[in-house]
C-alpha cells in the first residue's frame, strides 16, 4: 500500500489548513488510519487516528478540539483538518496504516508533507 500525504504548507497563527493522505494499492476500509508528526529536533509523535470502524477516532491532548480527522472510504482517503493552528504545530505530518486489519498498528507510511506555522 503506497500512502501520499499532501496539503501542508506556510500558514499564520490561527488558521486552518486540511491535510489528505491517499491511499492506493488496498482500500483503507477496515485499517487503522492515522497521523503523527515529527518537529524539527523532536521524535515523531501521535497527532490523531480514525480507528478500522472508521465511527471512531483519537487525538493528542496538544491538538483536541482544534484537529478533525475523518475518512472517505470511497476516496481511499483520510483527512486532518487542522483548526486555530498554533506555532508549535510546526512539523512533518506523516499518514499512516496498518498492514492488518482492525489493527491499531502502523506499518505502511506515507512521506509527510510540512506544516509550518509563523507567529
Known amino acids: 500500500v503506497q500512502l501520499q500525504a499532501s496539503g501542508g504548507g506556510l500558514v499564520q497563527a490561527g488558521a486552518s489548513l486540511r491535510l489528505s493522505c491517499a491511499a492506493s494499492g488496498r482500500t483503507i476500509s477496515g485499517y487503522h488510519m492515522g497521523w503523527f508528526r515529527q518537529a524539527p529536533g523532536k521524535d515523531r509523535e501521535f497527532v490523531s487516528a480514525?480507528?478500522?470502524?472508521?465511527?471512531?477516532?483519537d487525538y493528542a491532548d496538544s491538538v483536541k478540539g482544534r484537529f478533525t480527522i475523518s475518512r472517505d472510504n470511497l476516496k481511499n482517503t483520510v483527512y486532518l483538518q487542522m483548526n486555530s493552528l498554533k506555532p508549535e504545530d510546526t512539523a512533518v505530518y506523516y499518514c499512516?496504516?496498518?498492514?492488518?486489519?482492525?489493527?491499531?498498528?502502523?506499518?505502511?507510511w506515507g512521506q509527510g508533507t510540512l506544516v509550518t506555522v509563523s507567529s
Open positions: 499512516a496504516t496498518a498492514q492488518w486489519p482492525h489493527r491499531a498498528q502502523y506499518d505502511y
Open positions: 480514525s480507528r478500522w470502524s472508521g465511527t471512531s477516532s
